[in-house]
């Protein structure tokens, strides 16, 4: 059982930025896909991004298109804990965002999805 806590959302003009954390209970925190997802009201749930589990000594970072070269998503397992930074915020980057665990490992487009463990979500409001 992986329990998630997010913290760091809040209210920013656009352009400004935040930075998300998720902190996780647990032992095998390294063993984890570790993503971050987002949901704005009226509409699903989507893909924000994800990092690997340690697969030899690199970490792979996959990320939606609407936040590539915005966000980045990092990890620090002494610390079990997930980050996504978010640089250049837009209006419509507003929405209540969720960090989640994956315990298989996945690469590419098959990390946007089959996530076991989710956070209660922070909210982040971008304002124009």
């Known amino acids: 059982q992986v329990q998630l806590v997010e913290s760091g959302g809040g209210l920013v003009q656009a352009g400004g930025s935040l930075r998300l954390s998720c902190a996780a209970s647990g032992r095998t925190f390294s063993s984890y896909v570790m993503g971050w997802f987002r949901q704005a009201p009226g509409k699903e749930r989507e893909f924000v991004a994800t990092?690997?589990?340690?697969?030899?000594?690199?970490?792979?970072?996959y990320y939606a298109d609407s936040v590539k070269g915005r966000f980045t998503i990092s990890r620090d397992n002494a610390k079990n804990t997930v980050y996504l930074q978010m640089n250049s915020l837009k209006p419509e980057d507003t929405a209540v965002y969720y960090c989640?665990?994956?315990?298989?490992?996945?690469?590419?487009?098959?990390?946007?999805?089959?996530?076991?463990?989710w956070g209660q979500g922070t909210q982040v409001t971008v304002s124009s």
């Open positions: 989640a665990a994956k315990s298989a490992y996945c690469s590419g487009y098959d990390c946007h999805s089959g996530y076991d463990y």
């Open positions: 990092i690997t589990s340690r697969g030899g000594s690199i970490y792979y970072a």
